[in-house]
């Protein structure tokens, strides 16, 4: 299964017995980022700020209070369940005087999320490889034509005497057709190397 992660912020509003939730849901790339966002849209006047976020394997969620298991994970399942990656997630919760026990609970924050998730613009992750292209002044035509049919971006393009040294960053799926391209177009004259 692909990934998806958000286009863009997205928040989306419930109200249940009088409680508030408000969910909110953003792209992250790290652990460190994600955890810099949440406190940046906790509302401090709130009666519970929820979280969960998921980096790749890594995630960790909050209950901020609520009864063990009735906030945090619901989050995180509704990010897991609707095929999202790097993404953070709180649901704000303002008390409206009745309790709603922890399937309540449970319900709320889940769907509060998975509703904000559901209207979010998606973006698919694509994981990106670096490249380095090494050819002959003879093959550098078949080199910049293959970084246009590659979705390649060049990030350095360094010139010697006998020939040019270029990194690439491209979709990963894409490196062995670029390889065989430059192979084939070149004679086996120009190498490219995965970087790092």
């Given at each position: 299964?692909?990934?998806?992660?958000?286009?863009?912020?997205?928040?989306?509003?419930?109200?249940?017995?009088?409680?508030?939730?408000?969910?909110?849901?953003?792209?992250?790339?790290?652990?460190?980022?994600?955890?810099?966002?949440?406190?940046?849209?906790?509302?401090?006047?709130?009666?519970?700020?929820?979280?969960?976020?998921?980096?790749?394997?890594?995630?960790?969620?909050?209950?901020?209070?609520?009864?063990?298991?009735?906030?945090?994970?619901?989050?995180?399942?509704?990010?897991?369940?609707?095929?999202?990656?790097?993404?953070?997630?709180?649901?704000?919760?303002?008390?409206?005087?009745?309790?709603?026990?922890?399937?309540?609970?449970?319900?709320?924050?889940?769907?509060?999320?998975?509703?904000?998730?559901?209207?979010?613009?998606?973006?698919?992750?694509?994981?990106?490889?670096?490249?380095?292209?090494?050819?002959?002044?003879?093959?550098?035509?078949?080199?910049?034509?293959?970084?246009?049919?590659?979705?390649?971006?060049?990030?350095?393009?360094?010139?010697?005497a006998d020939g040019v040294r270029v990194v690439l960053r491209l979709p990963a799926t894409e490196v062995e057709a670029l390889q065989v391209l430059l192979r084939?177009?070149?004679?086996?004259?120009?190498?490219?190397?995965?970087?790092?």
């Amino acid at each position: 299964m692909s990934l998806d992660t958000l286009a863009a912020a997205a928040e989306h509003t419930l109200e249940v017995k009088h409680s508030r939730f408000l969910a909110r849901a953003a792209p992250v790339d790290s652990a460190d980022a994600a955890q810099a966002w949440i406190r940046t849209v906790s509302v401090a006047d709130a009666t519970h700020n929820c979280w969960a976020w998921r980096v790749g394997g890594d995630y960790r969620s909050s209950d901020d209070g609520e009864p063990a298991g009735t906030a945090g994970r619901p989050i995180l399942a509704a990010i897991d369940g609707q095929g999202y990656d790097r993404i953070a997630v709180v649901v704000t919760r303002w008390y409206g005087g009745i309790k709603l026990g922890a399937g309540g609970l449970v319900r709320a924050y889940g769907g509060a999320a998975a509703e904000c998730l559901r209207v979010a613009p998606r973006e698919p992750l694509v994981d990106y490889a670096e490249v380095i292209v090494r050819a002959g002044f003879e093959d550098l035509g078949c080199v910049h034509q293959a970084i246009d049919a590659h979705q390649a971006v060049k990030q350095d393009e360094t010139y010697g005497a006998d020939g040019v040294r270029v990194v690439l960053r491209l979709p990963a799926t894409e490196v062995e057709a670029l390889q065989v391209l430059l192979r084939d177009a070149s004679r086996d004259r120009v190498r490219v190397d995965v970087a790092g």
